[in-house]
């Protein structure tokens, strides 16, 4: 790369096609930037965890199947996860600013589209829309704070970030169930259009472009039909495999064509004048690292979540809402510590915040994994505090080693990078934790069963009451004796709490693994390439 300078090109030609005059004091104010970009953010984020709550009124009012709820959340992640890398060059290409602005616009219209659906098809039509507009503004909002913010303060920045995305995506559920319970399920997403409305006036008034010199001319066509389709098949293999069987051909087949549409998505890349992930950038130990650590950070917040809700909803028996509240301490603690995680990664360096983080995570997940049927909120709470102090220096300092890591010109393509390893790691850590969860339910069933001498079951009936205790819930036929119904709930509130033990520990193993990755990062060599100078 020849250059890393950061070109205004607005004031030399404006690049701005809404028309909008040059505020004197807003436009390009960082802080002000980064309170604009984090109300879109807040959107996207929102939605990734808000919907699972809104899903059995969808499903009640509409008519639709299982499959259909399923496609309302799958669609969404697909298209989200399918399209962040691309996004981000087109930000790259086009200027952040625009992409942004488009992404918030587009998010609004199809959220409040989606209210309006008459019927579950247009639902997950909308829903597809709003994960590609959402892929427009996340790589984007990086790409500005990267732009605005001096290299002293960016850190500050991605930590107040960090905490908009942690805290909206716990939150969801507990916004969600007010919504749904007190309003109805189409409020969950008309609720985007006024947010929308203040991140578009907001991004007008105060977002400025900034473009690297060299920024990218062209487009890498192949790459990007590569890409997205490696990415559809991985995607779409993690989501599929738990009901087709890990061992079922079309799952299998998924994996191979996801792996072999990355080795040709690898091999276009060596031969593009300007491919759209150029490999040199993972020849930087710690963006790669950083990529790895993101992934495994995901794996296990997003998979152990998943396992979370199911058990206090259906274990303890609290509603959406009480199930939200009591995970506040991990929200809670994800927005106090994340600001001071980039104060102590601005000083320090990224290395020392990231292990502790990992450890501190990993030590969360261990704790998470000795709970009980009966285990009591404070408990609960402390476990899950320290599980939001693990992960809020981690969400900042990986997203700050791999953008700063990469060079300014491809500051939109290392952000979806970082949204994409988040999206692949999840739907990882839900697909293998929730692989491990049911082997251990099937294996301990038959003996608890037994063991609390109830009616013996024929294979199928075995089947399916193992897949309901699998979420938690126990099989208790209608009409079946109090007493019988005492020891079934029983058994399967000790058998569910052992398969979630099981996947905890294993999210703990790899909390471990990822400490031990977070020892290769190191500051951003391109974070200088950012502003140099602005209104801090």
């Keep these: 790369m020849t250059s890393q300078t950061t070109v205004e090109k607005a004031s030399r030609q404006p690049q701005d096609p809404l028309g909008t005059p040059p505020a004197q004091g807003l436009r390009?104010?960082?802080?002000?930037?980064?309170?604009?970009?984090?109300?879109?953010v807040m959107m996207v984020a929102l939605d990734g965890t808000i919907v699972a709550i809104a899903n059995?009124?969808?499903?009640?009012?509409?008519?639709?199947?299982?499959?259909?709820?399923?496609?309302?959340?799958?669609?969404?992640?697909?298209?989200?996860?399918?399209?962040?890398?691309t996004a981000g060059k087109l930000g790259d290409r086009f200027g952040h600013r625009q992409t942004f602005l488009i992404g918030v616009i587009g998010f609004a219209l199809a959220s409040g589209a989606i209210g309006f659906s008459s019927s579950v098809v247009l639902v997950i039509t909308f829903r597809v829309l709003q994960g590609l507009f959402g892929a427009l503004l996340m790589p984007a909002?990086?790409?500005l704070l990267r732009a605005t913010f001096p290299a002293e303060k960016l850190n500050m920045a991605i930590g107040i970030w960090g905490m908009v995305i942690g805290a909206s995506t716990a939150?969801?559920?507990?916004?969600?169930?007010?919504?749904?319970?007190h309003v109805s399920w189409q409020s969950v997403f008309f609720i985007n259009v006024p947010v929308g409305v203040i991140a578009l006036v907001m991004g007008v008034m105060i977002l400025k472009d900034h473009r690297a010199e060299n920024a990218p001319r062209s487009f890498d066509i192949g790459g990007i039909v590569l890409l997205s389709s490696a990415m559809f098949c991985l995607i779409w293999a993690l989501i599929k495999g738990a009901e087709w069987g890990w061992g079922d051909p079309k799952t299998i087949g998924f994996l191979v064509a996801a792996v072999a549409l990355f080795v040709g998505f690898a091999l276009v890349q060596q031969r593009v004048r300007e491919p759209l992930i150029p490999l040199a950038m993972f020849r930087s130990v710690p963006l790669s690292a950083g990529t790895i650590l993101m992934v495994l950070m995901a794996f296990g917040f997003m998979g152990g979540l998943f396992f979370v809700t199911f058990y206090l909803q259906n274990?303890?028996?609290?509603?959406?809402?009480?199930?939200?509240?009591h995970l506040l301490p991990l929200?809670?603690?994800?927005?106090?510590?994340?600001?001071?995680?980039?104060?102590?990664?601005?000083?320090?360096?990224?290395?020392?915040?990231?292990?502790?983080?990992?450890?501190?995570?990993?030590?969360?997940?261990?704790?998470?994994?000795?709970l009980t049927v009966g285990t009591g909120t404070v408990t609960m709470s402390i476990w899950f505090a320290l599980l939001g102090l693990g992960l809020a220096p981690v969400m900042v300092g990986a997203t700050e080693v791999i953008v700063g890591n990469a060079p300014m010109e491809l500051s939109g393509v290392a952000g979806g990078l970082q949204q994409a390893a988040m999206q692949v790691g999840g739907s990882l850590g839900t697909a293998v934790l929730g692989a491990i969860m049911a082997a251990r339910v099937d294996s301990v069933l038959p003996g608890n069963w037994t063991e609390a001498k109830l009616p013996p079951m024929s294979p199928e009936q075995l089947d399916q009451a193992s897949s309901a205790i699998k979420v938690g819930m126990p099989p208790v036929a209608e009409g079946t004796p109090p007493e019988v119904a005492g020891k079934i709930v029983n058994v399967a509130h000790d058998t569910f709490v052992s398969g979630m033990s099981t996947a905890f520990m294993v999210a703990g193993i790899v909390a471990v693994i990822a400490a031990l990755v977070a020892m290769l990062t190191k500051r951003g060599e391109n974070a200088e390439a950012g502003a140099g100078v602005g209104h801090i």
């Design 331 to 370: 929200t809670a603690m994800m927005i106090v510590a994340s600001p001071v995680a980039g104060a102590m990664i601005t000083k320090f360096g990224p290395r020392v915040p990231l292990v502790g983080g990992m450890v501190c995570t990993a030590v969360a997940m261990f704790g998470m994994s000795q």
């Design 56 to 85: 059995p009124a969808i499903q009640k009012d509409l008519g639709a199947s299982l499959a259909d709820v399923q496609w309302i959340t799958n669609g969404y992640m697909l298209a989200l996860a399918v399209s962040l890398i």
């Design 315 to 325: 274990v303890h028996g609290l509603s959406p809402v009480d199930s939200g509240l």
């Design 171 to 181: 939150g969801g559920p507990i916004l969600g169930g007010v919504l749904v319970e």
């Design 28 to 40: 390009g104010h960082p802080w002000l930037t980064l309170f604009s970009v984090a109300i879109g």
């Design 141 to 143: 909002a990086l790409g």
